[in-house]
């Protein structure tokens, strides 16, 4: 089922929640229908030798995915062995994004807050803006209609995730365990284009945290599954906040070169923006290029320091370092959304930006509340 959930006609967003049920199979058919008719999916052209191992990698692996490119492939009407173009990625391949995000701990479980800040222009434009070359003058806006995705697998846990533009991919996403993922991108001051290589055998950076959410069930077996995972990065690392119900949590970064660092927190509080936190810090040239990065960080840190957080003090944490007309410099950069986790409840609240008002401020949808049982 599929009903819009906020903004609409009008407005910069129209946010759908989808709500699955049955087999990993029926699940990926669904989801592949929803691609092909609201967005014009069809699968993309892929090198067979490279695909035929990407499919041998999802089944040994992450057998939850496989068997979603099975409903994928009858959608498209191929053979599940057609190895000459890709079942999945429905829609375009996101890049990642500005963000900025916290992890406290509670006596309930934690708590898990994030804001997803992200251009308001087309893949063109955006690139365009980060090269410093002439952007084509009208494409719609990439970011203008995210969904939130809950699916019930027979054979599975129960997950409940965002998405910006890929069904299949998940930017933020609790499980019915009460673990949580979010990613964003990793050296904003070096970020650009993706390498034009397509799929590659492994993870995605928008793969890795459905895989989390359908393969883990705690933060332990999470750093297991990742450190035992192929991963790829198209030149755009991003890393990830990950936290689960017994109070645990840690970041996950995948550095150049092919290196992997697990960040725990150093107290009851963890916060991440868009530089890596396994190296030492420079704030030396942060600003307009490298998102305000660092200062973000800084600021999430000392109010997770100040004492115990609440529901309401981490939603005013996060506002006070969020993207605004005001605040974003040269770029059309807002933040897009705020998702607040309470991993001891299994449940994600998130509001989504709508426009703005006359004076700048931000307009978001009123909160809603997702459980991933549905």
């Known amino acids: ?135 084509p003058e009208h494409e719609p806006p990439v970011a203008a209609r995210p969904y939130v995705v809950t699916t019930v697998p027979d054979d599975g846990p129960a997950v409940t995730f965002v998405t910006m533009n890929e069904l299949d991919s998940a930017m933020d996403g609790i499980n019915e365990h009460g673990l949580s993922v979010v990613l964003l991108i990793a050296d904003a001051e070096n970020a650009g284009a993706p390498v034009p290589a397509g799929p590659q055998v492994g993870l995605s950076p928008s793969q890795l945290p459905r895989f989390l959410l359908d393969t883990c069930e705690n933060v332990e077996q999470a750093k297991s599954a990742l450190l035992d995972a192929k991963q790829y990065d198209l030149g755009v690392p991003l890393h990830y906040l990950i936290a689960d119900a017994s109070g645990r949590s840690f970041v996950w970064e995948h550095a150049h070169g092919g290196v992997e660092h697990i960040v725990e927190p150093d107290g009851d509080a963890l916060c991440v923006t868009n530089h890596f936190l396994h190296r030492p810090a420079d704030a030396s040239n942060d600003g307009e290029e490298t998102m305000f990065s660092h200062e973000r960080l800084d600021r999430l840190s000392k109010r997770t320091a100040s004492g115990p957080m609440s529901p309401t003090l981490l939603r005013e944490a996060l506002d006070e370092v969020r993207f605004t007309a005001g605040k974003a410099g040269d770029y059309p950069l807002r933040t897009l959304w705020r998702t607040v986790f309470d991993l001891g409840a299994r449940t994600m609240s998130a509001h989504f930006y709508l426009g703005d008002t006359a004076d700048g401020e931000p307009r978001y949808s009123p909160e809603l509340t997702f459980r991933p049982a549905g």
């Open 1 to 135: 089922m599929s009903e819009i959930v906020a903004g609409g006609t009008g407005e910069f967003m129209t946010v759908r929640h989808l709500k699955l049920s049955g087999t990993q199979a029926e699940i990926g058919r669904a989801l592949a229908e929803q691609a092909r008719d609201v967005h014009g999916w069809q699968p993309t052209p892929a090198d067979p030798t490279i695909e035929r191992a990407r499919r041998a990698w999802f089944e040994r692996n992450w057998p939850q995915h496989h068997a979603r490119l099975v409903g994928a492939a009858e959608v498209a009407g191929v053979p599940l062995d057609e190895t000459s173009v890709h079942l999945d990625a429905l829609a375009g391949v996101p890049t990642g994004s500005g963000c900025s995000a916290t992890w406290c701990a509670t006596p309930d479980g934690g708590l898990l807050g994030r804001n997803y800040d992200f251009f308001t222009v087309g893949w063109a434009q955006m690139f365009a803006l980060m090269s410093g070359t002439e952007a």
